[in-house]
């Protein structure tokens, strides 16, 4: 017995922000210098009414419009950007999806490597008999933590959800995994103020860098160069160590899709690793760096445009905010 994914859909937020409008704001790089550095021209972020629990909803909702709700005996959801610091917002998701109530449900906090940790926690729970079927859901709203006169992150980030279901299969179809952390980076990317260490400061200074971006200790904070390195430090040894466990190669990988962070770090990735470019996912142009959705939004627009076969083997890769990362390949 094994488990597999049986089901993906994504739901992004209707307002976008363009380049154009960056550009026409902040007159400091124009819409193609941020499409050429980041790989990105659109995002979508939420309105102030509108939360990551609405969207983790309509993402969910379309899951179960094609698949019995009445199957699902557990809830995930995966968000740094909850509706309350309590309760879980999958137990409120269990009752406005209108699922039985003899299931389990609960949040999990994490960023960039949170669908490889959401998978694993699915697969670990169907294999120990303690579910059949999962809801899992990435949902997040980074736009909410941004300054409005920080463009450096305003470029990058956009909100999105998606729901997967994992089910119970014959065979074992999401194959080992590789998870790792290092807290000794945690404040390069952080939202310092607003729970209980530091709480919310509505008189908190304003900070600024040498390029001109604005935040306060409210929002949220990256030391992108520092992300960076860490990140090609990183990441290559993640997916030597990924295809070892796993007693693969490269040359066994159908396709690989890493968190989509922006098109500077995973191409500078893609090259030092020297993984062919067809096999690589890049496509964040209308979406940004979604954080934990990025991966199940790059695997639905590949399924879906036949890029993924059945059979396929496909290498995914999480890293980012903890420091924290993590791999596993899933066998289509
Ligand atoms: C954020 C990141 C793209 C910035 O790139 P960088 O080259 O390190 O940025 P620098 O601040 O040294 O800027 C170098 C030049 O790149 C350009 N640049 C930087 N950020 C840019 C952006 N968002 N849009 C367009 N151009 C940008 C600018 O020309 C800048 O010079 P200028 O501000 O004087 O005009 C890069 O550090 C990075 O990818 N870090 C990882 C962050 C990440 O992906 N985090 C997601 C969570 S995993």
């Given at each position: 017995?094994?488990?597999k994914?049986?089901?993906?859909?994504?739901?992004l937020?209707?307002?976008i922000?363009?380049?154009?409008?960056?550009e026409?704001?902040?007159?400091?790089?124009?819409?193609?210098?941020?499409?050429?550095k980041?790989?990105?021209?659109?995002r979508?972020?939420?309105?102030?009414?509108?939360?990551?629990?609405?969207?983790?909803?309509?993402?969910?909702?379309?899951?179960?419009?094609?698949?019995?709700?009445?199957?699902?005996?557990?809830?995930?959801l995966?968000?740094?950007?909850?509706?309350?610091f309590?309760?879980?917002?999958?137990?409120?998701?269990?009752?406005?999806?209108?699922?039985?109530t003899?299931?389990?449900?609960?949040?999990?906090?994490?960023g960039?490597?949170?669908?490889?940790?959401?998978?694993?926690?699915?697969k670990?729970?169907?294999?120990?008999?303690?579910?059949n079927?999962?809801l899992?859901?990435m949902?997040?709203?980074?736009?909410?933590?941004?300054?409005?006169?920080d463009?450096?992150?305003?470029?990058?980030?956009?909100?999105?959800?998606?729901?997967?279901?994992?089910?119970?299969?014959?065979?074992?179809?999401?194959?080992?995994?590789?998870?790792?952390?290092?807290?000794?980076?945690?404040?390069?990317?952080?939202?310092?103020?607003?729970?209980f260490?530091?709480k919310?400061?509505?008189?908190?200074?304003q900070?600024?860098?040498?390029?001109?971006?604005?935040?306060?200790?409210?929002?949220?904070?990256?030391?992108?160069?520092?992300?960076?390195?860490?990140?090609?430090?990183?990441v290559?040894?993640?997916?030597?160590?990924?295809?070892?466990?796993?007693?693969?190669?490269?040359?066994?990988?159908?396709?690989?899709?890493?968190?989509?962070?922006?098109?500077y770090?995973i191409?500078?990735?893609?090259?030092?690793?020297?993984?062919?470019?067809?096999?690589?996912?890049?496509?964040?142009?209308?979406?940004?760096?979604t954080?934990?959705?990025?991966?199940?939004?790059?695997?639905e627009?590949?399924?879906?445009?036949?890029?993924?076969k059945?059979?396929?083997?496909?290498?995914?890769?999480?890293?980012?905010?903890?420091?924290?990362?993590?791999a596993?390949?899933?066998?289509f």
């Amino acid at each position: 017995m094994g488990t597999k994914i049986v089901a993906i859909n994504t739901y992004l937020p209707e307002k976008i922000i363009t380049n154009q409008q960056l550009e026409n704001d902040f007159k400091r790089w124009d819409s193609e210098k941020i499409e050429a550095k980041l790989g990105i021209r659109n995002r979508h972020v939420v309105k102030d009414d509108e939360t990551a629990l609405d969207l983790a909803y309509n993402a969910s909702l379309k899951t179960i419009k094609e698949y019995d709700k009445n199957k699902i005996d557990f809830v995930i959801l995966c968000t740094q950007s909850p509706d309350y610091f309590l309760p879980s917002g999958a137990c409120i998701l269990q009752n406005k999806l209108g699922l039985r109530t003899n299931i389990g449900a609960f949040d999990f906090n994490l960023g960039c490597s949170g669908y490889i940790y959401g998978l694993a926690i699915a697969k670990g729970l169907i294999n120990n008999n303690l579910a059949n079927s999962i809801l899992l859901i990435m949902s997040e709203t980074y736009s909410k933590h941004i300054h409005k006169k920080d463009l450096a992150n305003l470029t990058i980030f956009g909100d999105g959800a998606a729901s997967t279901i994992i089910e119970k299969s014959e065979n074992e179809h999401i194959l080992e995994f590789v998870f790792g952390t290092d807290g000794s980076g945690f404040e390069n990317l952080i939202v310092k103020n607003g729970a209980f260490r530091k709480k919310y400061d509505p008189n908190a200074p304003q900070i600024s860098d040498n390029s001109g971006n604005i935040w306060t200790d409210n929002n949220l904070f990256m030391n992108g160069p520092e992300i960076f390195n860490f990140t090609i430090e990183k990441v290559p040894k993640l997916v030597d160590e990924i295809l070892n466990k796993n007693e693969m190669t490269l040359n066994d990988i159908d396709f690989i899709i890493f968190h989509q962070a922006n098109k500077y770090i995973i191409e500078y990735l893609r090259r030092k690793i020297n993984i062919p470019k067809e096999k690589f996912y890049s496509n964040m142009l209308d979406t940004g760096n979604t954080v934990s959705v990025t991966i199940p939004l790059a695997l639905e627009y590949s399924i879906n445009n036949k890029i993924i076969k059945r059979g396929d083997k496909v290498l995914l890769c999480g890293f980012g905010v903890g420091y924290s990362w993590g791999a596993t390949i899933i066998k289509f």
